[in-house]
């Protein structure tokens, strides 16, 4: 089956504008995950999903930055007004979130600058 | 809070040598998950093997196996016969329950030799 995809691949936006990235989960993954990796760092949780409801938003780093799953499937993380520190890869994972522990699955990432 | 150290920013390694990657990682909880990512190029973490801290077992997966020792809170990653296709940068991971966010350190940046 598919694995966790991400649209778009690349985004290069001007400073204060506003994106939206996409994440499409591996089916029947109720779990999802946002992460965010800075040039040279390891990835640092934003949000996190369990069905359609925010089980965990204290990653993200201030109130520009908001994530949406209104079907418990596709996710969308919209950021406002960017600024040029916000450039970095935004990684997208999914898990069954079913018993003691399932692996997260990763897609390949967006990579946003900002210019 | 929980944090994630990995001491060796980059490492090298002969083709068909062993190389060991290094972790630390700080934490109150004494059940808990570990893991090693893989990163290559492409941007794709692939998990690489992971570890439960009950299990005093330490884990296999082909040529991948860790050393656990939790009461140093480390927690390192052998290749062995290591191949071309091993190069990627490598994360250490922790969470501590089965299905939350995971902390990542830093990563270590591994290139295989020819």
Known sequence: GAGVSQTPSNKVTEKGKYVELRCDPISGHTALYWYRQSLGQGPEFLIYFQGTGAADDSGLPNDRFFAVRPEGSVSTLKIQRTERGDSAVYLCASSLAQGAFNEQFFGPGTRLTVL | ?114
């Open chain 2, 1 to 114: 809070a929980q944090t994630v150290t990995q001491s060796q920013p980059e490492m090298s390694v002969q083709e068909a040598e062993t190389v060991t990657l290094s972790c630390t990682y700080d934490t109150s909880e004494s059940d808990y998950y570990l893991f090693w990512y893989k990163q290559p190029p492409s941007r794709q973490m692939i998990l690489v093997i992971r570890q439960e801290a009950y299990k005093q077992q330490n884990a296999t997966e082909n040529r991948f196996s860790v050393n656990f020792q939790k009461a140093a809170k480390s927690f390192s990653l052998k290749i062995s016969d290591s191949q071309l296709g091993d190069a990627a940068m490598y994360f250490c991971a922790y969470t501590p329950f089965g299905n939350t966010p995971l902390v990542f350190g830093k990563g270590t940046r591994l290139s295989v030799i020819a």
